[in-house]
């Protein structure tokens, strides 16, 4: 409550502020910027990630001058299928290029507070320090104040809001099997605008992450660019584009998703009262994408 005090009493979003904290956790590590042009730089990181032994899984552009690369490993893998249903959400790490005035910033999903927010068994210290050696770690970024494992495993944005185990709730099929090809099968038909970002299918689970694009969906409130260039990135100079794509998780025979006012909130937790409610219908837009993707075309 104090926090959001602060927040209300402020007004101020700090992402992109440069300050790092002596304890605590980030959301996201700025690896570079360079002056090399999108294009160039997608390959270049694409590179680094296969040299380091990462697997490129997906990418998309969300918007102009914005590229999204999601990439896994068998660390990653291993980890989530560990990390009980809701494991698969830690399966897959993003990594973006952007383009701000004459550089391109590379930034990508820090794993250590990845781990912590999705809840996982382990805390990908590991594949952290394999990521700073591939892509570079020259800041962290995200919060102006300390967040520990701690705080991440029980956040919530404030009283009455979702946290990581209230997810949209999408679609409940026969079998795990009926629901990977059925959901799959509704994102490649580009069901109200989504595209397939990626799949990865988490070894000794029953379960499958799929990265979903939004760059094409016509609703303002569900739309990549409209939520996060538009609205929650426009006054940053340091880009969090690596929160994208969305995800659904098949887990079992069920598909969800994580719900917005959590997964915004966890990776965007300076944002205001302000900003939020100018996302105020988001939420529900999102949740009606995603369960017609899921039911094939049917809210």
């Known amino acids: 409550m104090k926090r959001l005090m602060i927040i209300l009493m402020t007004g101020l979003g700090l992402l992109g502020s440069g300050q790092v904290l002596a304890q605590g956790l980030q959301p996201y590590v700025l690896a570079y910027g360079d002056k090399t042009s999108v294009e160039d730089e997608v390959q270049r990181v694409k590179n680094k990630l296969r040299n380091g032994d990462f697997e490129v899984v997906g990418e998309y552009s969300p918007y102009e001058n ?12 291993s980890a989530a299928a560990a990390s009980g249903a809701k494991g698969g959400y830690g399966a897959v790490l993003h990594a973006s290029v952007t383009r701000v005035g004459e550089y391109s910033q590379v930034v990508y999903l820090n794993p250590e507070y990845m781990a912590a927010a999705y809840r996982m068994d382990a805390d990908l210290a590991d594949v952290a320090a394999q990521l700073k050696k591939s892509l570079g770690a020259g800041k962290l970024f995200g919060t102006d104040e300390e967040r520990t494992a701690e705080d991440l495993r029980e956040y919530h944005y404030m009283f009455g809001m979702e946290y990581f185990d209230d997810p949209y709730e999408l679609a409940e099929f026969d079998s795990y099997e009926t629901a990977v090809a059925t959901v799959e099968k509704n994102i490649k038909a580009n069901i109200g605008g989504v595209d397939l970002v990626y799949r990865v299918d988490i070894p000794d689970a029953q379960q499958t992450l799929f990265g979903v694009s939004r760059a094409a969906v016509a609703d303002d409130n569900a739309n990549d660019a409209k939520i996060l260039r538009d609205v929650v990135d426009e006054k ?3 880009k969090t584009t690596a929160y994208l794509p969305y995800q659904i998780l098949v887990t079992g025979n069920k598909a969800e998703a994580l719900h917005m006012r959590f997964r915004m909130a966890i990776w965007h937790p300076d944002l205001t009262m302000l900003t939020f409610g100018k996302l105020i219908s988001s939420p529900g837009a999102i949740d009606d994408l995603l369960t017609s993707v899921a039911n094939g075309g049917e809210e």
């Not at 914005?66 to 893998?77: D, K, N, R, Y």
Request: charged share 0%; no cysteine; aromatic share 14%.
């Open 66 to 77: 914005a590229h999204v690369i999601g990439f896994t490993s068998p660390a990653l893998q």
């Open 236 to 238: 940053f100079n340091t």
